[in-house]
Each structure stands twice: as structure tokens, then as C-alpha cells.
């Protein structure tokens, strides 16, 4: 299905799809039983196809979690979505995304490829665009160092996280 921009409709929010991209290893990846919930397959099936393909699924493509990534994943996510999980998940990098839709044939991973391989792209652009836009800054800065200090501290502050100041507990003495 087509919409009249010419691409393809989503059929899942893009914002699911960015919240199943995880940082591990320095690397964004999504875990095995993320991407089987969209393929809507089963998580067992997803990696029976991909074991039956292992050539084309190098470490840089996919990899398996560590006993302590996977205790800290849980940890972060809370233990009751993982159920009786016997075996620590794979993940799978960008790569190895673009590589499932060779090793899964169905319509619908087609298009859910497509929209993951999408927002990957997404969410590089704007990591660039925040790094972009802050050396840009730091160029003028140095070029009216002094007439604009002010004005680019505001600006500073403003792409800073905020700092939550402590407050004072306790009675003043007079």
C-alpha cells in the first residue's frame, strides 16, 4: 500500500521501533525477541532462520549477550517481560537487520525491515545534526569570541541537560 508521497505506509509507529534500539557494546542494536514481536514470528523460529544462515551473520552483524549484559538488560527493563528465558538473546546490529530480510521471506518483514532500516538511518541523522549543530556553534564562537560570549553561553545551557540543583535542608540560625 501506497500513500501519495510515493512511500511505503507504516504499519508499525515509528516511535515503537526507536524504543526497541538499544546501545550495547557501543553499538545500537535490537534484541532477537524485539524484532520477532514485529516480524510477528517467534522468537525461536527468528533464530532457527538465522542459524540456518550463520554465514551471513558475522559478529559485527549479530551477536550473542553476555551473562552480565543480559543480567543488566533485565535489570533495566524489570525481570517480568523476559518470562522463563533459557537462553541469553541475540542481537542484531543495523547490518544484521538489513541481512533478516534475505533470511526472512515474508511480506510483512519486508516492510518492517524497511521501516527499521528507516529509523537506524533516523536516528543517525539526528545524532549527526546535534554534533553538527554544536561544532558549528563552537566555530563562531571562536571567530567573535568576545562580542558574543553571552549569547553563546545561553546557547550552551540551552542544548545542556539541565542540573538539578540541592536544596538546603534545615532551619537558619539568626
Avoid: C
Avoid at 121 to 139: F, G, V
Wanted: proline residues 3%.
Amino acid at each position: 500500500m501506497k500513500d501519495t508521497s510515493g512511500k511505503t505506509g507504516q504499519i508499525i509507529p515509528q516511535e515503537i521501533i526507536e524504543n526497541k534500539i538499544l546501545s550495547i557494546r557501543s553499538k545500537k542494536v535490537m534484541l532477537d525477541k524485539d524484532l520477532a514481536t514485529l516480524y510477528k514470528v517467534e522468537t525461536k523460529m527468528l533464530n532457527r532462520a538465522v542459524k540456518r544462515n550463520l554465514e551471513r551473520f558475522p559478529d559485527d552483524f549479530m551477536f550473542r549477550l553476555s551473562k552480565e549484559e543480559f543480567k543488566n538488560l533485565k535489570f533495566h527493563f524489570g525481570t517480568s517481560s523476559w518470562g522463563g528465558q533459557r537462553y541469553l538473546p541475540y542481537v542484531f546490529t543495523e547490518n544484521g537487520v538489513a541481512m533478516l530480510s534475505s533470511v526472512l521471506n515474508s511480506k510483512r518483514a519486508v516492510q518492517v525491515n524497511i521501516q527499521i532500516m528507516r529509523t537506524f538511518t533516523k536516528l543517525r541523522e539526528m545524532l549527526l545534526t546535534h554534533k553538527d549543530l554544536r561544532q558549528k556553534i563552537e566555530e563562531i564562537e571562536k571567530k567573535y569570541d568576545y562580542q558574543f560570549k553571552v549569547v553563546f553561553e545561553a546557547i550552551k545551557q540551552l542544548l545542556e541537560p539541565p542540573q538539578k540543583s540541592k536544596k538546603k535542608i534545615g532551619f537558619l540560625r539568626e
